[in-house]
């Protein structure tokens, strides 16, 4: 099925063409993402502020727009090359099978054992910790990728790793919970009675399943209250969209060395990390001047920051205790659907993609996730691969682009990132084969009862 | 951490030097591997009396104990090439946990989206099965794997695939069967109304939770009564084995890339597909007298074919529908304990294996399950991967191994097969944290009432 111009199935590259710099995309930006706030003082949080939460060179790099190169460390290369480079897959067979003269290419990210992109982030910021000195790290978890990510992190480099995940999902994805305990890490339900906030919510709430808003308080209450410990996270911040820029420019150098430039860049985006993350070199051009890409953000029409959310400082979680961010947000307290699957839930966006959307740089659309799983089998069928909910937003996407392809006769080369792998959601698409899954897009007043909850700060 | 001798993490063969065609070991055992025998008239199978079970072509393979090299069919290469090849791994950081002089190599199937090495089979059957102009296939399947992994060819060629899974299965393992579903499988309870054998053994059984033995027959009985439709097999095989000879044949050529010689081969075996296929070239080169290597078979202390098993002639099926078989065998009768996890419970082991046993080409020992999974989870916390407990058997082996060569001081070569991944199995990894996991030995009163059920058949 190899087509004559010998692209292979899977290009990797040599161990010695691997990435050795992370790139910082806010360099190459002329307006910058606004600062974080303290949500008391309201002016941009310092550097010493935020030290107490996470650790000094996660801190630096947070804060740093101008850097443009951050040299990856060498013994998180080390890291990197027991998973990395991941594949970037011609998809021949999907191409076929739409019958498109479309191009497609995807950059798979579930080729380890975490299952999704987290662990490009988890091992810096565990790396980090370690050379701080630090004995360890708490986080929240809900659907459980980042926390299998960070756990597999901190055994690497025998950090202790504290995990707060939402009683509910504790509860209902035990597996998910196993693989964090394989890995040596602490799982705790939450709330729980291990912090004041969680004795406070339990005694106030008996019998509740718990909130990531309340997850999150958790974790950063026993890392600011024990000596050695920072709180870390997998989305939105800087610092992640800079690590996760790995998965751009292997991308890159990998297209470049068969002489591939994509039209069309696409990414599923929930908090930003595998967005940001994908997008970033080739961002970079676009905004240097030096090319052109569309770049689509896809989101799910039940949550749909971008496509509906307003541009504003927001907390950046329900419980408020965190600095506000400015970004495309439904208001920290607006809540998904309950019959929404899989991740991308969240109710704001990165920063750095927040203001490149702003600015023109980037479109984004929603989709519904019925049309989400069709996609996701779809391309499991011929593929191979069981993509995870989040990752089939934009197979979704990249289906639809290859099909207008189709119709217009456009040999278009379509790159989208294909951020995980879907073992732990089965119970998503067992609702999905039993034809009991709905569609859910929520009304304007819906979505007003989010926005009522968005501080009035005008900056 | 990489040494100075410059062998990267993980050795990938480009496109143009995969193996284009399958090993078939049998060209070159002096003594063959005793026939299948028809336990009617206790003559060897028959290719005619084979066909209404198996496609055409794999009777073919099955009964070819001659031809040396099979080309591996274009479309089969091309499906390989969308998971293959699949990655041989310099273990780096568990020789540095071990604080071991040896070198680590394991070669990791579990890169696909049915997690395991059955895909090499999977999809070579289904191919022969559509060249046949074929409907589609039957099979049986228990812990899920097979089945995956043959839905997911299936699918890829338009087959209709039918699977009898084991009640029990089916109902504690209902992500198996969502993920089966999801390539398009019709997935049965296992006993079922939709054939005799399974409406007999209801009717005397009622509430049964099945067995594989059952499954098997029901499946085959669909196969044969059906036209257009073959019984396919996942295991055991001499055909499986030739299929999984590519695990072997590219492993051979990636460490010939760098000059590698593996003074020790380990697999884990249950009824040989893995092991068979892994060590098929190296055993090839000992068969012939050209190089010696030191193979070692890792099965279950709880179901010890070939420690503990006797080498006779016995059915392949507990339901003995199937041709009997020359092999070291516990008797067709015998279940391991319950508390058993995973696979590797066969009572019996491929035809190639046991002869190549029998004859002093490879040894084998038997490993306890709770040791198994310490291995299991310090390979996790280390090499990042998630591993199915059966590949964890071989991992045993290995790290025993390795520590050997501390003591001694010796810098030897160790390969193995990481078969796959442990995703599935979380409920087993539960279990062994929570300390419920227990060992058990079957007594020789234990074995005996196996032997008791093996035919009386001396040939």
């Known amino acids: 099925m190899k087509t004559a111009n010998e692209i292979p199935y899977k290009i990797y590259l040599e161990e010695d063409e691997m990435p050795t710099t992370w790139y910082n995309v806010r360099a190459d930006m002329k307006v910058k993402p606004a600062p974080l706030l303290n949500p008391g003082t309201l002016q941009p949080m310092t550097a010493q502020e935020l030290a107490p939460v996470f650790c000094e060179e996660l801190v630096k790099q947070e804060l740093d727009n101008d850097t443009r190169y951050y040299p990856i460390p060498q013994e998180i290369l080390d890291f990197y090359r027991m998973y990395r480079p991941s594949p970037l897959v011609r998809a021949y067979c999907l191409e076929k099978k739409l019958g498109t003269p479309a191009k497609i290419y995807y950059k798979f990210e579930g080729n380890n054992t975490s299952g999704s992109h987290k662990l490009n982030s988890a091992i810096a910021q565990a790396y980090y910790a370690k050379q701080q000195g630090l004995k360890g790290v708490t986080t929240e978890t809900g659907a459980g990728q980042w926390g299998t990510a960070l756990s597999m992190a901190c055994s690497y480099f025998g950090l202790d790793c504290k995990v707060y995940m939402v009683k509910v999902s504790y509860e209902q994805k035990p597996f998910r919970r196993e693989v964090m305990r394989t890995y040596g890490a602490s799982v705790v339900p939450s709330p729980s009675e291990t912090t004041n906030v969680g004795r406070d919510i339990l005694s106030r709430f008996p019998g509740t399943g718990g909130s990531l808003g309340c997850a999150i308080s958790e974790a950063?209450?026993?890392?600011?209250?024990?000596?050695?410990?920072?709180?870390?996270?997998?989305?939105?911040?800087?610092?992640?969209?800079?690590?996760?820029?790995?998965?751009?420019?292997?991308?890159?150098?990998?297209?470049?060395?068969?002489?591939?430039?994509?039209?069309?860049?696409?990414?599923?985006?929930?908090?930003?990390?595998?967005?940001?993350?994908?997008?970033?070199?080739?961002?970079?051009?676009?905004?240097?001047?030096?090319?052109?890409?569309?770049?689509?953000a896809v989101e799910p029409a039940s949550c749909p920051s971008f496509t509906?959310?307003?541009?504003?400082?927001?907390?950046?979680?329900?419980?408020?205790?965190?600095?506000?961010?400015?970004?495309?947000?439904?208001?920290?307290?607006f809540m998904p659907a309950p019959n929404h699957a899989g991740g991308l839930r969240y109710h704001g966006m990165s920063s750095i993609l927040s203001q490149l959307y702003h600015d023109g740089f980037m479109e984004a659309r929603s989709v519904e996730q019925t049309s989400v799983f069709r996609a996701a089998e779809e391309f499991a069928r011929v593929e191979g691969i069981l993509p995870a909910p989040e990752s089939s937003h934009a197979i979704r996407a990249a289906i639809d682009e290859a099909l207008k392809c189709k119709e217009t006769g456009e040999e278009k080369t379509i790159l989208f990132g294909l951020t995980g792998t879907g073992y732990f959601d089965l119970v998503a698409y067992e609702k999905f084969h039993d034809g009991l899954m709905t569609d859910y897009i929520p009304t304007d007043e819906d979505l007003q009862k989010g926005f009522d909850g968005i501080p009035k700060v005008d900056l």
Chains 1, 2 share one sequence.
């Open 220 to 296: 950063v209450e026993v890392a600011v209250s024990n000596p050695g410990y920072r709180y870390v996270l997998g989305s939105v911040l800087n610092q992640v969209l800079l690590h996760q820029s790995v998965i751009g420019v292997e991308a890159k150098a990998a297209m470049d060395k068969y002489g591939i430039v994509p039209d069309i860049i696409i990414g599923c985006a929930g908090g930003g990390s595998n967005l940001g993350g994908l997008i970033a070199p080739f961002m970079g051009e676009k905004l240097r001047g030096e090319k052109d890409y569309r770049i689509i």
């Open 308 to 333: 509906r959310g307003r541009f504003a400082y927001d907390f950046c979680d329900t419980g408020k205790v965190c600095p506000m961010a400015k970004m495309y947000t439904l208001g920290s307290g």
